[in-house]
């Protein structure tokens, strides 16, 4: 497997203009690091530079964010020493996503769970790594059932369309990350966001306004992918989150400045209330704070 490139974050991000309500939440972001302590695993296909969560706190701080979701990282596999390590350290202000098998054993989820893991996160991206079977999925679903997980689904392009019914059937509530990564070449009414939207709209998927510049034709202030992120919270604003993908692992080319992306919130959700809503009541529900 090609290793992939790892430019990092925005070196000097802005404090933004927009000023968040309190208990703000970050609903997507990880932490790689301290290496020394929290090594990588050997198969990773990407190495990215330090971003512990010293690096986080001081981010957030910048834009005004008091709780997060802390994804865990192909890098680290399924050792989740780092994810456990910081949601310990958090004291209830960051929730987790986790990364499990089949094999992954009951007393396990146990541990994640007491540690704040609220999802299993299932990726569809093939240069992380290969998918997941449909039975895996089902074994994984078995695994975390009994403590209300969340499934969080990682795809792009046209994967969303096939895995449409896997979404609809699943027991558990689904989570898209990053707007499910569409190619907005193909512009708004493309099958894909067609899909994408009719599962929102059935009640029990929930999506991540995250990921704006992975999807962005036009990068320098990201207007497509603002126009979905504003699509999206005005179909199901109810069931629609916020995240900045700190630190912008596997990007190509275009990191953006963490301080745009809150700024760019006064188009996706123009009045306070609805950004209470989309920072605040809806991840207190969606992730269990």
């Known amino acids: 497997m090609t290793e992939l490139r790892n430019p990092g974050p925005h ?3 802005h404090a933004p203009r927009v000023r968040l309500p309190g ?4 609903a997507h972001c990880h932490i790689f690091g301290p290496i020394d302590r929290f090594p990588y695993a050997a198969n990773s296909p990407y190495h990215p530079a330090e971003s512990p ?3 986080l706190r001081r981010l957030h701080t910048l834009l005004g964010l008091t709780r997060a979701v802390l994804v865990q990282p192909v890098a680290y596999g399924r050792d989740h020493s780092a994810l456990v390590a910081a949601l310990e350290s958090g004291r209830g202000r960051y929730r987790g996503v986790a990364l499990i098998g089949p094999d ?3 007393r396990e989820i146990e541990r994640l769970h007491a540690a704040g893991v609220r999802g299993a996160r299932l990726n569809f991206v093939s240069h992380l790594t290969p998918p997941p079977s449909p039975q895996t999925v089902q074994e994984i679903i078995r695994l975390v059932q009994p ?4 499934l969080s689904l990682h795809v792009a392009d046209q994967a969303i369309i096939e895995l449409a019914e896997t979404v609809r059937t699943s027991p558990l509530p689904v989570v898209i990350d990053h707007m499910a990564r569409v190619d907005l070449r193909d512009g708004l009414k493309s099958p894909a966001i067609r899909t994408l939207r009719q599962l929102l709209d059935s009640g ?3 999506v991540k306004l995250s990921g704006a510049d992975r999807l962005v034709v036009c990068p320098s202030d990201m207007p497509d992918a603002v126009a979905l992120a504003r699509l999206l919270a005005h179909d199901a604003p109810q069931r629609v989150v916020w995240g900045t993908d700190f630190p912008h692992p596997n990007t190509h080319g275009f990191v953006p400045d963490d301080g ?6 006064a188009e996706i959700a123009p009045h306070p209330a609805d950004r209470e809503r989309l920072l605040v ?3 207190t529900e969606c992730f269990d704070f």
């Open 204 to 206: 029990s998927v929930w």
């Open 104 to 106: 992954t054993p009951p």
């Open 53 to 55: 969560l010293t690096h």
């Open 281 to 283: 009541d809806n991840p």
């Open 23 to 26: 208990n703000a939440c970050d």
């Open 147 to 150: 403590y209300e997980w969340h």
């Open 260 to 265: 745009d992306l809150v700024d760019l919130l």
């Open 11 to 13: 070196p000097q991000p």
